[in-house]
């Protein structure tokens, strides 16, 4: 009878464990599929629209983006100035990618939000910058722009 007591104690301490157990919130997310057309090389000519810091922001530029995937991992290198980034996809579908990505330059930190409506080898889209500065590890200065894109895929994949 000891002994039934003691299996019956461990069997409800087992069973009950979980109710007293920290509750652990699940990961949350959506999960976009980005369009095979979206890689490959593209020639992109970006033109600013507005800025609060016009000596920061060039006003125009052309540049190349190569955007690759290896296994969940997507990046974008442009060889005219040497960047290379992964990118945080946040939301695609057939024609549509919206992507983040963000850099680190001395005591500044590049963020990057870029919306693309594809369209067959053109692209036509928004990139939204933030720039902001930091002096002994605090924020002292933001300066925004936002541009308008226009890419002509050169090579890789034209439509799913």
Same mark, same amino acid.
């Given at each position: ?12 301490s ?46 125009? +530029? ?57 369209? +067959?080898?053109t692209?036509q ?25 226009? +890419?002509?895929?050169?090579? +890789?994949?034209?439509?799913?």
């Open positions: 009878m000891k002994n039934c007591l003691i299996i019956l104690f461990i069997f409800f087992i069973c009950s464990a979980p109710l007293y157990a920290e509750q652990v919130p699940l990961l949350k997310g959506e999960v976009s599929v980005v369009p095979n057309s979206f890689f490959g090389s593209w020639r992109v000519v970006s033109k600013r629209i507005e800025t609060d810091a016009p000596s920061k922001f060039k006003e125009k +530029g052309i540049d190349l983006w190569n955007l690759s995937r290896t296994n969940n991992v997507i990046t974008l290198c442009n060889p005219f100035n040497g960047a290379k980034a992964e990118i945080t996809v946040k939301r695609a579908d057939s024609k549509y990618v919206e992507f983040t990505k963000s850099g680190k330059y001395d005591k500044k930190i590049l963020n990057d939000k870029v919306e693309l409506y594809i369209e +067959g080898d692209f889209g928004f990139d939204s910058l933030i720039l902001e500065t930091y002096v002994n590890g605090k924020l002292t200065k933001v300066e925004t722009a936002k541009y308008s894109l226009k +890419g002509e895929k050169i090579s +890789g994949q034209i439509s799913d």
